[in-house]
């Protein structure tokens, strides 16, 4: 666990000190669980953003996409069930005054258990060597067993009691399992209550005529509202989907492990409009091509698992999370939710409007079902930086810091450092920044010996570094080092922009998706 502590510290560290995340207004000590994106930050979400975006939209004939408000017209929030149902239950200490939501208390608890669970298994796995069978092994011991039991009957008694509003018997959970206070170790609780997450304000100027607004929680409903206008106005035929990235907000109880649980985020949502019946099929082809694009990435299989889910929202006629390795554990990336026709049905009772399709070939109208697929464009990077940053040590025992980004997502493709600061290789160094700078972000760096300079970068994840020496002056030719190697080729200066473009354009790793 400390080793977990310890690289997320150094994260949140890295990400700071080389211009990606900041805290909110810092100066001011900062904004609980709100996060600034510095220069570098900024074009390693773009990236992130784009590459998403290309391979929902730009690659998919049938898929569209859009650009809603945030402020959406109050009734949106009441049809979506948001006013009445998108809560959390909270509990309060009442001696250390700190607040926590009481499910995720129940559930930190289990994960303890989870903990004793894998340090058994470490044990027998290392007195039994290579005989070591895990799957009897935890099917068997008796000690693991009641471990197992223990959670399980834990948890679908917390998901039943919230399932049927009973917080009364969740409350009764917290104390028989005598959860005390993280911090101050207190079991002195307040009652459990619900709360709701979405973040209220006003339009207009006078009291009077002011009308109560929520900033949204959700992309996904600016999505359904549009549905009959991008369907007539794009010609659309179902199978199809409209896209969007956008900030959603919501007033999280306890928003913690840095930008995985913010206030404000932003999403990248699509839903997917099809012919009621078949829900299924579309849930395992959403299911499939959302894994293969986060697989294109390279940020290994075993990082990656689904998690279906067994209570499923109102909503919902089945729901899966894409969850990732993050240094704090495997936690959820993306939700992948088959929505019926739910959505749409409320918003034509809601707004009295008919929001149909009308099927030529089965000449008859229908309300769509809806399969979404909705990941946190914040978790995604904290995803690809945490995967990415290693220490690595070299075969002349020294470590370097080396952010291993993906090329394609790396804020900077190429640094261009000429060797020294005269005899003409600067001037010559700034011509090639010139040329290059039309197709990719370079950065031109001339302080310090060139190995630190290469050190800077590969901390920064710049996949190149070009030098530029006096041997340029004679033939034209530059060194170019690859980052994640180290390795460095001499090429012609002409070559450059090809042998980066190779690298790092979406299409060479969007293929992977094929
Ligand atoms: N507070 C948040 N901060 C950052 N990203 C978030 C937050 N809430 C949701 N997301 C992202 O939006 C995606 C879709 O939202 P959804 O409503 O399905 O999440 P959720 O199931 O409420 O997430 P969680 O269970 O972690 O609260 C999530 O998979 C996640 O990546």
């Known amino acids: 666990m400390a080793n977990q502590d310890d690289q997320f510290k150094k994260v949140v560290s890295h990400a700071k000190e080389y211009g990606y995340v900041f805290q909110s207004s810092e100066i001011y000590d900062g904004l609980s669980a709100v996060y600034d994106y510095a220069q570098n930050g900024a074009e390693l979400k773009k990236n992130i953003r784009d590459y998403w975006w290309k391979a929902m939209v730009q690659m998919n004939e049938n898929i569209v996409g859009i650009d809603a408000a945030i402020f959406m ?25 700190k607040r926590y939501r009481a499910d995720v208390l129940i559930e930190d608890y289990c994960a303890k258990i989870e903990a004793k669970i894998d340090k058994e298994v470490a044990k027998a796995e290392k007195r039994f060597g290579d005989a070591f069978n895990k799957e009897e092994f935890v099917s068997t011991n008796g000690r693991v067993v009641g471990y197992q039991e223990k959670i399980n009957t834990t948890l679908s008694r917390m998901a039943k009691s919230l399932e049927n509003e009973d917080l009364a018997d969740v409350k009764a959970l917290i104390e028989e399992l005598e959860i005390a206070d993280p911090l101050t170790g207190s079991r002195n ?21 002011a009308m109560d607004l929520y ?48 206030r404000e985020f932003e999403q990248m949502e699509m839903q997917f409009f099809i012919k009621p019946g078949t829900q299924k099929e579309w849930f395992e082809h959403w299911k499939e091509t959302r894994m293969k694009w986060h697989l294109s990435l390279g940020m290994g299989q075993y990082n990656y698992r689904f998690h279906d889910h067994e209570k499923l929202a109102h909503y919902a006629d089945a729901a899966t999370d894409i969850e990732f390795k993050f240094p704090f554990g495997f936690k959820e ?74 090329s394609v997502l790396a804020p900077v493709k190429a640094a261009i450092l000429p060797l020294v600061k005269k005899d003409g290789l600067p001037e010559v160094a700034r011509q090639i920044v010139e040329d290059l700078k039309w197709d990719f ?72 998706m094929k």
């Open 189 to 209: 609780w307040t009652d459990v209550k619900q709360f709701n997450l979405m973040f209220g304000t006003k339009l207009g100027a006078s009291a009077e005529s």
């Open 441 to 512: 972000n370079v950065d031109y760096d001339e302080k310090d010996a060139v190995g630190r300079r290469y050190r800077r970068q590969d901390a920064n994840g710049t996949p190149f570094c070009i030098t530029v020496d006096h041997d340029t002056l004679e033939d034209n030719t530059v060194t170019i080092r690859h980052r994640d190697s180290m390795e460095q080729e001499r090429v012609k200066i002409e070559d450059l922009r090809n042998i980066i473009k190779q690298e790092v354009d979406v299409r060479t790793w969007l293929m992977k």
């Open 73 to 97: 017209h109050p009734t949106t929030w009441k049809a979506s069930g948001h006013v009445d149902a998108f809560n959390d239950p909270l509990i309060d200490n009442k001696d250390s005054k």
């Open 333 to 406: 990336l993306e939700g992948i939710h088959s929505r019926t026709d739910f959505d749409l049905k409320q918003h034509e009772e809601f707004s009295g409007k008919k929001l149909q399709y009308f099927d030529h070939e089965e000449n008859k109208s229908y309300t769509p079902y809806v399969l979404e697929t909705s990941i946190g464009l914040d978790r995604m990077f904290l995803a690809v930086f945490s995967n990415a940053l290693v220490e690595e040590e070299l075969e002349n025992g020294t470590t370097r810091t080396v952010l291993k980004l993906p």
């Open 215 to 262: 900033l949204r929680p959700e992309t996904a409903q600016g999505i359904f509202v549009n549905f009959l206008n991008v369907q007539k106005t794009g010609r659309m035929k179902i199978p199809f989907g409209i896209a969007q990235t956008g900030k959603a907000f919501r007033n999280e109880i306890v928003a913690r492990q840095f930008i995985f649980r913010m």
